[in-house]
């Protein structure tokens, strides 16, 4: 059974819904960078364009599980 007042209280803000779109934004202009290494980079530059993509995808799955933990 539901709770009538659980629709009526607001979302707290929280640091994840405060930073939510700005987080988004720069994780994706990092990921842009990072592809760009990973393609138009020489050897050094693919390496950390591949890390750099692999740390940004760990990022959002950790972030994902902070936002709707409540964090």
């Known amino acids: ?9 607001p979302t707290p803000k929280t640091w994840t819904t405060t930073y939510r779109i700005p987080i988004a934004v720069g994780s ?3 990921g842009l960078l990072c592809a760009w290494a990973l393609v138009a980079g020489g050897t050094t ?8 993509l692999i740390v940004l995808i760990a990022w959002v799955f950790v972030f ?7 964090y």
């Open 45 to 52: 530059e693919k390496w950390v364009g591949g890390i750099g």
């Open 64 to 70: 994902q599980a902070l936002y709707r933990r409540g």
């Open 28 to 30: 994706g202009l990092l």
């Open 1 to 9: 059974m539901t709770d009538r007042d659980d629709a009526a209280r």
